[in-house]
């Protein structure tokens, strides 16, 4: 075989398309193949570096397979002067049908004039000042507030909700330091108007997340400071009598599985409705349950000795599905959820709405 480049000096069976007189320093390419759905999903490995198969059906078209197993897709070819490589995607990702569907729409675009090089950097250019823009804005510093907690308050969740509610949503494509204290307050008294704790929720989150701002100067200054709360809220000390926790436990019995077993499981072991609705079998040693720090709001683990009437109750539950989550419709794979929807069909049944137990129901 004739020299073909240096990158080849003549021993690969097959080179790039257009390679030659130009040198390219890369892998040789051993391999050509029709490639098909079972060749690339059992494509074996090579013994040391990366194994490259060019695709008979769509030239440009290359699978490269390494050692650990990866596949990618890639298209090489001449744009102007220069060999180019343009990774498509991975596999299985991308499947061959994707692969070979991507590089056709790119060599359209080269014979259009397009570079793919010049292209992509125009992209990531054009995202990294997007970026830029978002992080100046109300949203991105509601976002980076966001991402900061997310490695360390088990209630990120809720407070990201909160930050990102219906109401703030008109905020965030604003510049962060042009957000007035009067706008903030009037989101936070519109939803005062409806749900006054929902309010000082607001605020309370608004509060946190403007002094992180503050305190990492993406912000000058937090506005919400010495702002008092839109409203006095207290803590709710009504409880069930035992007349009434006996109603609910009798209304159960009407209520579809497991939700049945999972309030009355509130009654006996007065725990906090999401450490029961998050129940796992793993959790369980015999008759004592060992709730994990991460879902305890003493932030420690909480260990519970189970009387025999819970045990009863866990007992059918443990027929249908051994792993997993005690509590669900999904044989465990997920906890079963829709309360707002249980609740109304318990108080219909018990005739005690509006009212706690002695654990949130």
Same mark, same amino acid.
């Given at each position: 075989m004739p020299l073909c480049c240096s990158a080849c000096q003549g021993s690969a069976v097959i080179c790039y398309p257009g390679c030659y007189p130009a040198t390219i320093n890369t892998v040789l390419v051993l391999e050509k193949v029709k490639l098909t759905n079972r060749w690339v999903q059992s494509a074996s490995l090579p013994a040391a570096g990366r194994r490259e198969v060019a695709d008979l059906l769509c030239p440009g078209l290359y699978?490269?397979?390494?050692?650990?197993?990866?596949?990618?897709?890639?298209?090489?070819?001449?744009?102007?002067?220069?060999?180019?490589?343009?990774?498509?995607?991975?596999?299985? #990702?991308?499947?061959?049908? +994707?692969? =070979?569907? %991507? *590089?056709?729409?790119?060599?359209?675009? #080269?014979?259009?004039?397009? +570079?793919? =090089?010049? %292209? *992509?950097?125009?992209?990531?250019?054009?995202?990294?000042?997007?970026?830029?823009? =978002?992080?100046?804005?109300?949203?991105?510093?509601?976002?980076?507030?966001?991402?900061?907690?997310?490695?360390?308050?088990?209630?990120?969740?809720?407070?990201?909700?909160n930050l990102r509610r219906p109401e703030m949503m008109p905020l965030h494509p604003l510049i962060a330091t042009a957000v007035t204290k009067r706008e903030l307050l009037a989101v936070i008294d519109a939803v005062a108007v409806e749900t006054p704790q929902a309010a000082v929720n607001l605020m309370r989150h608004l509060k946190m997340a403007l002094n992180y701002a503050a305190e990492r100067d993406l912000l000058p200054a937090n506005p919400l400071v010495g702002v008092r709360p839109p409203a006095k809220t207290t803590e709710r000390e009504r409880v069930l009598t035992d007349v009434e926790l006996a109603a609910v436990w009798k209304a159960c019995g009407d209520?579809?599985?497991?939700?049945?077993?999972?309030?009355?499981?509130?009654?006996?072991?007065?725990?906090?409705?999401?450490?029961?609705?998050?129940?796992?079998?793993?959790?369980?040693?015999?008759?004592?349950?060992?709730?994990?720090?991460?879902?305890?709001?003493?932030?420690?683990a909480h260990v519970l000795p189970l009387p025999p009437e819970v045990m009863r109750l866990l007992a059918p539950l443990r027929r249908l599905h051994a792993t997993g989550f005690v509590f669900s419709t999904t044989s465990g794979r997920t906890a079963a959820s829709n309360f707002a929807k249980i609740k109304a069909k318990l108080d219909e049944l018990a005739g005690v709405g509006g009212r706690r137990s002695r654990s949130a129901i």
């Open positions: 699978l490269r397979v390494t050692v650990t197993g990866a596949k990618t897709w890639s298209l090489v070819m001449r744009v102007q002067t220069r060999v180019q490589r343009v990774t498509l995607g991975r596999y299985p #990702v991308m499947g061959l049908a +994707d692969a =070979r569907r %991507q *590089a056709l729409e790119v060599m359209r675009e #080269v014979a259009n004039g397009v +570079d793919p =090089r010049e %292209q *992509a950097a125009a992209e990531r250019a054009a995202a990294e000042a997007a970026a830029k823009d =978002r992080a100046a804005t109300f949203g991105g510093v509601m976002d980076a507030y966001i991402a900061h907690i997310s490695k360390n308050a088990r209630s990120h969740k809720l407070i990201a909700a209520l579809p599985s497991p939700w049945d077993a999972m309030i009355r499981m509130l009654i006996p072991t007065g725990q906090r409705r999401c450490e029961v609705s998050n129940m796992r079998w793993e959790e369980l040693d015999g008759d004592v349950w060992t709730i994990p720090r991460a879902r305890v709001k003493s932030d420690r």
